[in-house]
């Protein structure tokens, strides 16, 4: 992360560079990116954008004269290839994996401060001095989450690394690495070459959503009372209902059925089945 830039109409970006090298904060990787990805990113993050589905966007990319080393296949072919850098923009980073390492290295104050935080810079609907204030943001998260992955599926995307730390608070698409789009229905479809035991098959994206909300809601638990607890996990079990709900407008639009008929459910079911079957 380099900076916070306003632009001429007041919108606040979080400037982040990717592939430009290890951080403090780096795993064992080099923290570099290929070009090939690289581009890969800035087409989609954009493509999604005028799709009008939440994502970061990317600003720039810059070829490197640097040579970076990537098993492309993971099959143990290890090659050279030319290294890039992307210049990305979104309103923020943080991540349920931000809130979920406090917690689980039981940092509560810190965690608490994170939470003021983001919910002061971009939850702006819900008061920063309100006792539910945690609680509200997490019904936001859940719900933004489930129209996020009910938008992903409307256009065939498959993100391909659906774990916490890929999963925003915003609920915005953010890091593109192995994503996909299906060329035909396949719920079993899977962009990611490694993901050998398709956890992250694009028709299991919507129960990802809610593991990493499950997860979400353990780190937030120590700052909950009783009473809070019992409402966010009613807030968790409505989940599934407002996925369907989102999943099914966006469908009913695709097909141009206006208002409300029993029988479009089984309609848009029956047509996946006969794109599945051809």
């Known amino acids: 992360?380099?900076?916070?830039?306003?632009?001429?109409?007041?919108?606040?970006?979080?400037?982040q560079l990717k592939g430009s090298?290890?951080?403090?904060?780096?795993?064992n990787g080099d923290g570099r990116a290929v070009l090939r990805s690289s581009v890969r990113e800035f087409l989609c993050s954009e493509a999604?954008?005028?799709?009008?589905?939440?994502?970061?966007?990317?600003?720039s990319l810059v070829v490197s004269d640097d040579d970076v080393w990537r098993d492309q296949f993971y099959n143990g072919n290890i090659q050279k290839e030319r290294g890039a850098v992307v210049l990305r923009l979104a309103k923020s980073w943080f991540r349920i994996g931000s809130l979920e390492i406090l917690a689980h290295s039981g940092e509560l104050d810190l965690q608490r401060k994170l939470l003021d935080f983001i919910i002061q810079e971009h939850f702006p609907s819900i008061a920063v001095?309100?006792?539910?204030?945690?609680?509200?943001?997490?019904?936001?998260?859940?719900?933004?989450?489930?129209?996020l992955i009910a938008l992903w599926m409307s256009v065939g995307f498959a993100h391909g690394v659906c774990n916490t730390d890929n999963f925003s608070l915003l609920s915005i698409t953010i890091d593109y690495g192995p994503f996909g789009f299906m060329e035909s229905y396949d719920p079993?479809?899977?962009?990611?070459?490694?993901?050998?035991?398709?956890?992250?098959?694009?028709?299991?994206?919507?129960?990802?959503?809610?593991?990493?909300?499950?997860?979400?809601?353990?780190?937030?638990?120590?700052?909950?009372?009783?009473?809070?607890?019992?409402?966010?996990?009613?807030?968790?079990?409505?989940?599934?209902?407002?996925?369907?709900t989102r999943f099914t407008e966006l469908f009913k639009a695709k097909l141009g059925l206006p208002g409300e008929n029993e029988d479009d459910n089984y309609l848009i079911a029956f047509l996946l089945k006969v794109s599945l079957l051809c």
């Open 129 to 147: 001095n309100h006792s539910n204030r945690y609680l509200e943001f997490f019904s936001t998260v859940v719900s933004e989450t489930a129209n």
């Open 48 to 59: 999604m954008y005028y799709l009008g589905i939440p994502t970061s966007r990317a600003a």
């Open 188 to 244: 079993n479809f899977v962009p990611n070459t490694s993901d050998d035991e398709r956890r992250y098959k694009i028709g299991n994206q919507a129960n990802v959503g809610l593991f990493n909300l499950s997860k979400l809601l353990q780190a937030l638990k120590p700052l909950l009372d009783p009473r809070q607890k019992q409402l966010a996990s009613q807030i968790l079990e409505g989940y599934g209902e407002r996925y369907y």
């Open 21 to 27: 090298g290890k951080t403090p904060y780096s795993r």
């Open 1 to 15: 992360l380099i900076g916070v830039y306003t632009n001429r109409h007041g919108e606040r970006w979080e400037l």
